[in-house]
């Protein structure tokens, strides 16, 4: 399912990019992956979220993260894509402490590296 959440982001990766869909889901994946968001969302879906704000913060840290692997792939494609091994430590550790506070500093450093 979160393949196929992400297919309107990867064709529109592709047409902006005037790259084939094939290799902008490649590259959606990879860098996913390689930056760890992919890990941030799944955390990001399973944290508690509690409170009034609480189901409001995980929405936009979800989209947040779908705009960062936007722009992070969209930059590989073009070859000019950042690595920041640092930024990519920090985003497992959030994902890997699992609640909202981690997940969010580890998105404003990714969205720092976009």
């Known amino acids: 399912a979160p393949r196929l959440a992400a297919a309107p ?3 529109r990766l592709a047409a902006d990019t005037g790259t084939p869909p094939e290799a902008a889901a490649a590259t959606w994946a990879a860098v996913g992956t390689d930056f760890q968001i992919e890990a941030l969302r799944l955390a990001t879906i ?3 979220a509690p409170g009034a704000f609480g ?3 995980r ?3 979800l989209a947040d993260l779908g705009a960062i692997q936007s722009k992070l ?3 590989r494609l073009r070859g000019m894509a950042p690595a920041d091994a640092a ?3 920090l985003a497992r550790d959030a994902a890997l402490a699992g609640d909202l506070p981690a997940i969010g500093v580890a ?3 990714l969205a720092a590296l976009a």
């Open 9 to 11: 982001a990867i064709l």
């Open 46 to 48: 399973a944290a508690r």
């Open 55 to 57: 189901p409001r913060a």
């Open 59 to 61: 929405a936009a840290l």
């Open 73 to 75: 792939a969209a930059a």
């Open 87 to 89: 930024v990519a430590a």
């Open 107 to 109: 998105t404003r450093a």
